[in-house]
């Protein structure tokens, strides 16, 4: 979920890629800054040796975690003839906290139903929910026995079938029921295969150009919200 919406997350930054950030940004500063406080930093901790060549051993615990990352800074830095330290991440060669963050940040593959979750006008608990259930991620029955946290994994809606996502989202027959509704006033094809394949299917046919392109987003997420709830209830 820590990862931005076109890489399949909710678009929250995780607290410890930005610590790490942060960290490269304080050492950074330390090395590069003629301030009062890096002129400070640099008198009491280094003596007479360079800031750059600082064993974590020397450090408090908060300045550790700051020479853990010393390496990454190493390895971005360049240093001009006139002196002055190129931060290398950058285009311009200022050290940015958004180029650090990049850097220690976990890579994402490109979410291709991103467009279809986040939409302008797009519903935050309803998005959340639809990206959770495309992701596998709900507490469904089935998920709920895997982690022994219950005994029985029978769908509340049918009580016919294991309840697992597929099943839950249009293959059982209350949900079957509503998307074939949904179906139909949306004018697509009225069978029903996954939760993946028809939100696809929605993204294909309702293009920006379409009118209905918010209506189509909204009827899916809305769909999937609602079948939840009547889980749930
Ligand atoms: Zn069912």
Not at 30 to 49: D, E, R
Not at 99 to 124: E, G, K, Y
Not at 143 to 154: A, E, G, M, N
Not at 204 to 220: G, H
Request: with cysteine; net charge positive.
């Amino acid at each position: 979920m820590y990862k931005p919406k076109l890489g399949g997350g909710i678009g929250l930054r995780s607290v410890f890629d930005i610590n790490r950030a942060a960290s490269i940004k304080r050492f950074w500063n330390c090395c590069t800054s003629t301030s009062v406080w890096a002129t400070w930093m640099q008198k009491h901790y280094c003596k007479n040796l360079s800031m750059w060549k600082l064993l974590s051993t020397l450090w408090t615990h908060i300045w550790k975690d700051t020479a853990n990352v010393r390496q990454i800074a190493l390895w971005h830095r360049h240093q001009e003839d006139s002196g002055i330290w190129v931060w290398t991440a950058s285009p311009n060669g200022q050290f940015s906290f958004f180029s650090a963050w990049n850097i220690v940040r976990s890579p994402s593959q490109p979410f291709d139903l991103c467009n279809t979750v986040w939409f302008p006008s797009h519903s935050p608990k309803m998005a959340c929910c639809l990206l959770r259930a495309l992701n596998d991620r709900l507490l469904t029955a089935g998920r709920l026995k895997h982690f022994s946290v219950i005994d029985k994994d029978t769908c509340v809606l049918c009580s016919n079938e294991p309840e697992t996502i597929q099943h839950l989202f249009f293959s059982c027959s209350y949900s079957a029921y509503i998307w074939s509704l949904c179906k139909l006033k949306l004018g697509l094809d009225p069978s029903v295969s996954s939760l993946q394949a028809e939100a696809l299917n929605v993204q294909e046919k309702f293009s920006k150009k379409n009118k209905c392109y918010v209506l189509a987003r909204l009827v899916l997420g809305g769909a999937v919200w609602h079948i939840l709830e009547g889980k749930i209830q």
